[in-house]
């Protein structure tokens, strides 16, 4: 099994940054994808962005692209979500995936394991 832990969530106002971080402890593999989704209320959780290890190569969406960077330590099982520029309707609850494969998707379906959550709140 693997656990996923997220962090750094909270309020900001509009314009402003946060770096969400996600460690994974427990079982580890050879080759892996991790990804950012979100979730808004009332709404479907959207994808963010992901990469894959080893080589970091990175998917991102269309929405937050330019604004959102993707990126991970390997060495402390850890990836990052920067996020500048914040817009209200960045306003979500953000959870961190992970899978075993070398594949980046945007799918949430692709993805095994699964926090539970940072909420960020994105104020006009």
């Known amino acids: 099994q693997v656990q996923l832990v997220e962090s750094g969530g909270g309020l900001v106002q509009a314009g402003g940054s946060l770096r969400l971080s996600c460690a994974a402890s427990?079982?580890?593999?050879?080759?892996?994808?991790m990804g950012w989704f979100r979730q808004a209320p009332g709404k479907e959780r959207d994808f963010v962005a992901s990469?894959?290890?080893?080589?970091?190569?990175?998917l991102t969406a269309d929405s937050v692209k330019g604004r959102f960077t993707i990126s991970m330590d390997n060495a402390k099982n850890t990836v990052y979500l920067q996020m500048n520029s914040l817009k209200p309707e960045d306003t979500a609850d953000y959870y961190c995936?992970?899978?075993?494969?070398?594949?980046?998707?945007?799918?949430?379906?692709?993805?095994?394991?699964w926090g539970q959550g940072t909420q960020v709140t994105v104020s006009s």
């Open positions: 995936a992970a899978t075993r494969g070398s594949a980046l998707s945007s799918n949430p379906s692709w993805y095994d394991y």
């Open positions: 427990g079982r580890t593999f050879s080759n892996y994808a």
């Open positions: 990469i894959i290890w080893p080589g970091g190569r990175t």
